[in-house]
Nanobody, 119 residues
Framework: QVQLVESGGGLVQAGGSLRLSCVASGSMFRINTMGWYRQVPGKRRELVATIGSGGSTNYAPSVEGRFTISRDNAKNTVYLQMGSLKPEDTGVYYC?????????????WGQGTQVTVSS
């Protein structure tokens, strides 16, 4: 059974930093893309950042230059280093992982971790 276990969320003041981690386990397939999304009540879940198996990254314009996504393939882990946090970064952050099998991809989500940035 595939599991994505997130950690690192919490309460931080504006201008501060947090580091999120997500460990993927339980799949026999290779991990393709890993990423982070966030959601606030009443709004759609939005992309924060993704990283491909080769290390290529993609960021939402709102976090470019402040957040850094990275991964450790040996540990099946993706990280999100968040800096210069703003109150509008508040939300539930979800880890997303796509496993690649021949002819098909499998997408999984973590349970979410709350990030709250106070002004």
């Amino acid at each position: 059974q595939v599991q994505l276990v997130e950690s690192g969320g919490g309460l931080v003041q504006a201008g501060g930093s947090l580091r999120l981690s997500c460990v993927a386990s339980g799949s026999m397939f290779r991990i393709n893309t890993m990423g982070w999304y966030r959601q606030v009540p009443g709004k759609r879940r939005e992309l924060v950042a993704t990283i491909g198996s080769g290390g290529s990254t993609n960021y939402a314009p709102s976090v470019e230059g402040r957040f850094t996504i990275s991964r450790d393939n040996a540990k099946n882990t993706v990280y999100l280093q968040m800096g210069s946090l703003k109150p509008e970064d508040t939300g539930v952050y979800y880890c997303n992982t796509i496993f690649a099998s021949p002819g098909r991809n499998y997408e999984y989500w973590g349970q979410g971790t709350q990030v709250t940035v106070s002004s």
